[in-house]
């Protein structure tokens, strides 16, 4: 069985601060792939990153970064110098290689980003 | 380029009443998905379609839950009998198989409230 965990239900930084949330999966696959996902206000999910789970690299897009590490099964994300237009609640998911191909995600985010 | 749409937007029924949905995704996708998401969770997947064959579906897709696919292009969810638990935000999404790219754009989702 698969299971994304995100921890950290509600997080609140004052504008320009640095941000991680945090994302613990459990899979027995070797072969899976890793996303994370915004969902503003409005409610439509937006695709940030995927992670294939035999690329270890971390990767920076912007302020935005995320450190995969397979030893911990941990996909964690970063917003430096975050803004209030980060607000938003915050999905990391999990999904299998081969026929099965839907995404699972953990329960969300919500990071609220004060002025 | 115009995303995934989904209509309506907002659905109010009564208890006992049929509802559909409807779902365009990106029009060269060939993978479609639906997705249930309640308050304060992440989304849940339903059931997917390739082309215009059902390919998967959870168990969470009662036997009051039927999806459609009928030309491979816009699909149809449709919840009969509807009950109070079926309130929600019902999401689509599609992708694009291929071997490099098959991330999954949300559309903004239909949110139903059962009365």
């Known amino acids: 069985a698969q299971k994304v965990t995100q921890a950290q239900t509600e997080i609140s930084v004052v504008e320009k601060e640095d941000v991680t949330l945090d994302c613990v999966y459990e899979?027995?696959?070797?072969?899976?792939?890793l996303f994370w996902y915004k969902q503003p206000p409005s409610g439509e999910l937006v695709f940030l990153i995927r992670?294939?789970?035999?690329?270890?690299q971390n990767e920076i897009s912007g302020r935005y970064s995320w450190n995969f590490q397979k030893s911990t099964s941990s996909f964690n994300f970063t917003i430096t110098a975050s803004q209030v237009v980060d607000s938003a609640v915050y999905f990391c998911?999990?999904?299998?290689?081969?026929?099965?191909?839907?995404?699972?995600f953990g329960s969300g985010t919500q990071l609220t980003v004060l002025p | 380029d115009t995303g995934v749409s989904q209509d309506p937007r907002h659905k109010i029924t009564k208890r006992g009443q049929n509802v559909t949905f409807r779902c365009d995704p990106i029009?060269?996708?060939?993978?479609l998905y639906w997705y249930r998401q309640t308050l304060g969770q992440g989304p849940e997947f339903l059931t997917y379609?390739?082309?215009?064959?059902?390919?998967?579906k959870s168990r969470l897709l009662s036997d009051r839950f039927s999806a459609e696919r009928p030309k491979g292009s816009f699909s149809t969810l449709e919840i009969q009998r509807t009950e109070q638990g079926d309130s929600a935000m019902y999401l689509c999404?599609?992708?694009?198989?291929?071997?490099?790219?098959?991330?999954?754009?949300f559309g903004p989702g239909t949110r139903l409230t059962v009365l």
């Open positions: 999404a599609s992708s694009l198989v291929s071997s490099t790219r098959n991330e999954q754009f």
């Open positions: 899979t027995r696959d070797t072969t899976y792939y």
């Open positions: 992670r294939n789970s035999f690329d270890e």
């Open positions: 998911a999990l999904r299998r290689a081969g026929s099965a191909r839907q995404l699972t």
């Open positions: 029009s060269e996708h060939n993978r």
């Open positions: 379609f390739q082309n215009e064959a059902q390919l998967e």
